[in-house]
């Protein structure tokens, strides 16, 4: 096979994880990433069984490096805001890996992203490199920098996020909508929580309104965790993962919920806001040689806790379509799409309806799902 030149836009989960799949079968790959260096930006990131499984699949020291920081929640338990009853608990650790191959990993952005950058070929991501388009003629396909400079592959992919460039520069400009909730986020230590109950599992405190939930699960090998809560809001301007939250506004907008829950608040200080957007399922996410994954393809709000986990998923897949029809790349990626519009449509749409496992529930379509063995249409 003659090794293609990829192109990706955008070093973060989605990206770097399709880049390490595509250097294993043998692709030049570049990343282009806008950032000039990875911080220790954003919180959590969970990574339900069908994402671990992909990530062990990529081989090398991945799976053991995240399982070096990460956290291994033991269930996944949803519980009501005002009497504090269980309406359901999913066994997840031991019985997920039985289950599904894999179990639930909850871990810090930063350390997924470091464990992702260091199976890459040294050198593959450019930082501080931003593009704004693609040009594409029946002969060629090249990424548009910033800069003015054009790089030329043979396969383009945007994997830049909610406010993809590419995506625009494929299908026309349209700006995600404001949902209407703002997301707000902490990092407390176990120890500020002493007393607390299931803070070794991933909870979920049902509002009496879809606008108030508080979810927490463990970080850092349990030594964190993760308190991520929304609030109502009729509007919202800013850009970014990090704007600092009043925590009193937060206090006040639970304070009908059950002691359990607001005593995970009260030992929040610092907490970050951002907003939470959507875009509705698109037709098609490929045109010629370039294509989308990850959030520029199907953002989504996190109440499946999804969003990274269908980055890793489409990375996979469609590493292994160009693999599979490296000589015919419109094809590969039409073969990627049909296997991927219907799962990240479904979990869009699952995700904004805001009910995943309230009373339980089968999980087993989301956490079962094998990127690397899902069927695709016959593309050799
Ligand atoms: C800084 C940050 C913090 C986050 N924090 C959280 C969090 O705490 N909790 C949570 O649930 N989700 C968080 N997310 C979102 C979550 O990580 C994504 O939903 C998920 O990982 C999808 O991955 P992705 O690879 O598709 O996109 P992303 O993870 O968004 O990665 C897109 C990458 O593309 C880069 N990029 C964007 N535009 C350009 C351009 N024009 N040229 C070159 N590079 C570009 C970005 O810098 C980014 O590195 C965060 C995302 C970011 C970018």
Redesign the pocket.
């Known amino acids: 096979m003659k090794p293609l030149r990829i192109a990706i836009?955008?070093?973060?989960?989605?990206?770097m994880t399709a880049a390490i799949a595509l250097q294993a079968k043998g692709h030049d790959v570049s990343i282009?990433?806008?950032?000039s260096a990875f911080g220790r930006?954003?919180?959590?990131?969970n990574l339900t069984p069908n994402a671990v499984h992909a990530l062990d699949g990529l081989g090398g020291q991945i799976g053991a490096r995240l399982r070096e920081t990460a956290a291994r929640p033991e269930y996944r338990i949803s519980r009501m805001w005002d009497d504090g009853r269980e309406t359901s608990r999913l066994p997840m650790s031991a019985a997920a890996e039985e289950k599904y191959g894999a179990p639930q990993l909850t871990i810090h952005?930063a350390d997924l992203l470091a464990a992702l950058e260091a199976a890459l070929i040294p050198g593959t991501i450019r930082f501080g490199?931003?593009?704004?388009g693609v040009t594409q003629t029946p002969a060629s396909a090249a990424i548009d920098l910033e800069d003015g400079s054009q790089i030329q592959a043979d396969v383009l992919i945007g994997?830049?996020?909610?406010?993809?460039?590419l995506r625009s520069a494929m299908f026309g400009a349209d700006a995600p909508r404001f949902t209407g909730l703002v997301s707000w986020?902490a990092v407390v230590p176990r120890a500020a929580l002493d007393g607390i109950a299931n803070l070794d599992s991933f909870t979920k405190w049902w509002g009496p309104d879809p606008a108030r939930q508080i979810v927490t699960f463990p970080l850092t090998g349990g030594r964190e965790v993760f308190v991520f809560a929304t609030t109502p809001q009729s509007d919202w301007q800013t850009e970014g993962?990090t704007l600092p939250g009043d925590i009193g506004v937060l206090r006040a907008a639970y304070q009908d919920f059950h002691p359990e829950a607001r005593a995970l608040l009260d030992a929040c200080h610092a907490v970050t806001r951002s907003a939470l957007h959507v875009r509705d399922p698109m037709p098609s996410w490929s045109q010629g040689r370039a294509t989308l994954?990850?959030?520029?393809a199907h953002?989504m709000v996190?109440f499946m806790a999804q969003?990274?986990c269908m980055?890793i998923e489409d990375a996979v897949v469609l590493a292994r379509a160009i693999s599979g029809s490296p000589g015919d790349v419109p094809a590969a990626l039409g073969a990627y799409e049909d296997a991927r519009r219907d799962r990240t449509a479904e979990i869009q749409r699952g995700s904004l309806a805001n009910e995943w496992l309230k009373e339980g529930g089968n999980a087993d379509w989301v956490y079962g799902y094998h990127a690397w063995t899902v069927p695709l249409a016959d593309i050799g």
């Open positions: 836009v955008g070093g973060g989960v989605g990206g282009f990433e806008r950032t930006v954003g919180a959590d990131v952005r490199v931003a593009a704004q994997a830049d996020g909610i406010h993809s460039v986020r993962w994954l990850g959030d520029a953002p996190p969003g990274a980055a």
